[in-house]
């Protein structure tokens, strides 16, 4: 079974900065990419980043561009979300994916119905 824990969540002031972990842990593991997604009340699930082992490529989604970077090893099944310069809007429920479905590039790394396990989240609390 793989599980993907997710840590480093908490309440932040705007303008502040937060580190989100993500490991991977459970039978041998590999994937395609790895990415974040959240989720805000009353809000849809949000595509925020991916990152694609093959070739190290990084996505964004527009409201986070500039500010979060993501990372990993893939090696360690491994990924970090950094965020910056954090705003009210982005709090949200964050969950970290992982994939090796058909398909790469930016279309469906973007896409939640592209990845095969999730976390169980980590809140952000951005206060203004």
């Known amino acids: 079974q793989v599980q993907l824990v997710e840590s480093g969540g908490g309440l932040v002031q705007a303008g502040g900065s937060l580190r989100l972990s993500c490991a991977v842990s459970?039978?041998?593991?590999?994937?395609?990419?790895m990415g974040w997604f959240r989720k805000a009340p009353g809000k849809e699930r949000e595509f925020v980043a991916a990152?694609?082992?093959?070739?190290?490529?990084?996505y964004y989604g527009d409201s986070v561009k500039g500010r979060f970077t993501i990372s990993g090893d893939n090696a360690k099944n491994t990924v970090y979300l950094q965020m910056n310069s954090l705003k009210p809007e982005d709090t949200a429920v964050y969950y970290c994916?992982?994939?090796?479905?058909?398909?790469?590039?930016?279309?469906?790394?973007?896409?939640?119905?592209?990845?095969?396990?999730w976390g169980q989240g980590t809140q952000v609390t951005v206060s203004s």
């Open positions: 990152i694609s082992w093959r070739d190290r490529s990084t």
């Open positions: 459970g039978r041998t593991f590999s994937s395609k990419a």
């Open positions: 994916t992982a994939g090796n479905s058909a398909g790469g590039g930016s279309y469906y790394y973007t896409s939640e119905r592209w990845y095969e396990y």
